[in-house]
């Protein structure tokens, strides 16, 4: 099992960005999935979730009206469409397939992780 994440890159502030995170040896259609943050001396962090069936979502209440999160189950993959990004959205973001059907914000519900891909806002 395979998450490979994408799509960020260096920003001005204001600016928009799409993740996205391509699962590859088995679906993921029965597990929520979650894009996570970790910035330089932070600890990772929850930014959204959703649904095994999209019907719901869970964002960050730093991020809500911001970002949103998506996923395209013909494609296995999970997108997070950032909008009006701030320099303190920098950090290295990471996908996750979550062990549950439903949203979850904490990190021991998530057993299989991306990559990451570097974003960085610029003020």
């Known amino acids: 099992v395979q998450l490979q994440a994408y799509g960020g890159g260096l920003v001005q502030a204001g600016g928009s960005l799409r993740l996205s995170c391509a699962a590859s040896?088995?679906?993921?259609?029965?597990?929520?999935m979650g894009w996570f943050r970790q910035a330089p001396g932070k600890e990772r962090e929850f930014v959204a979730a959703?649904?095994?069936?999209?019907?719901?979502?869970y964002y960050k209440d730093s991020v809500k009206g911001r970002f949103t999160i998506s996923r395209a189950y013909y494609k296995n993959t999970v997108y997070l469409q950032m909008n009006s990004l701030k320099p303190e959205d920098t950090a290295v973001y990471y996908c996750a397939t979550s062990r549950y059907a439903y949203v979850r914000e904490s990190v021991r519900d998530y057993n299989n992780w991306g990559q990451g891909t570097q974003v960085t806002v610029s003020s």
């Open positions: 040896g088995r679906t993921f259609s029965n597990n929520a």
């Open positions: 959703i649904s095994w069936n999209a019907d719901n979502t």
